[in-house]
């Protein structure tokens, strides 16, 4: 039997409700608790995340030095373009960290209130051989 189970992700920030409900949105999930302070949500795929009222949460300021990263949350995505136009459609905004050419294997934004994270391309399986 295991000891210590994973329990989930807890965000701080000012408004739990709303932020909630961002991450409802862009994990096809469901609220699976709430209180005054706590919101929890279930992705589809079982990711689980709460988010926590704080007053004085500080939005991180990454990729600034002052206040820097706080957390990162990774997504896999199969399709980085319709997986960014849900991200901004829900309220999120792309974080310009780098300038590069070509395809890019993922991209980072932040949430409506201010924590990064990234999407990050599903890597391809190579048909089977013979």
């Known amino acids: 039997m295991t000891l210590v189970k994973a329990g989930m992700v807890v965000l701080d920030c000012t408004e739990p409700e709303e932020l909630a409900e961002f991450y409802r949105g862009l994990l096809d999930g469901e609220r699976t608790a709430a209180s005054a302070n706590l919101v929890e949500v279930r992705g589809a795929d079982g990711v689980r995340l709460a988010f926590r ?6 939005p991180p300021s990454w990729p600034r030095p002052e206040n820097s990263l706080q957390l990162h949350l990774d997504f896999l995505v199969h399709d980085l373009d319709e997986a960014e136009r849900r ?11 780098r300038t590069t050419t070509g395809p890019q294997e993922h991209r980072a934004y932040a949430d409506p209130a201010g924590h990064s994270f990234t999407l990050r391309l599903l890597p391809r399986t190579a048909p089977k051989q013979g």
């Open 87 to 97: 991200v901004v459609s829900l309220g999120g905004r792309p974080i310009e960290t």
């Open 53 to 58: 009222r704080d007053i004085n949460a500080t």
